[in-house]
Nanobody, 121 residues
């Protein structure tokens, strides 16, 4: 099990950027595939992207491909979500999650509490 804490959310204008961080506790962070998800009001939670345990492979939802970048620093037990060219439709609570197996969009057993991102038009 790993505990996750997101930070870096806030209010930004359309076209702007934000970087979210997700700090993990535990010595086995580097074993986990890490994912980012988001949930907008009245909508289901959706997959944003994920990064392999080594950081060598990333996956992204079509809606964010080319605008968002996921990276990780295993020495710091932290995963990042760099969000550029933000759009109002990116407004949501963003969650990081950890998985030990399964497909990129599946198998996440541990979740953070979420951080709010609001993009104004």
């Amino acid at each position: 099990q790993v505990q996750l804490v997101e930070s870096g959310g806030g209010l930004v204008q359309a076209g702007g950027s934000l970087r979210l961080s997700c700090a993990a506790s535990g010595r086995t962070f580097s074993s986990y595939r890490m994912g980012w998800f988001r949930q907008a009001p009245g909508k289901e939670r959706e997959f944003v992207g994920a990064i392999s345990w080594s950081g060598s492979t990333t996956w992204y939802a079509d809606s964010v491909k080319g605008r968002f970048t996921i990276s990780r620093d295993n020495a710091k037990n932290t995963v990042y979500l760099q969000m550029n060219s933000l759009k109002p439709e990116d407004t949501a609570v963003y969650y990081c999650a950890a998985a030990l197996g399964g497909r990129p969009r599946e198998g996440y057993a541990d979740w953070g509490q979420g951080t709010q991102v609001t993009v104004s038009s």
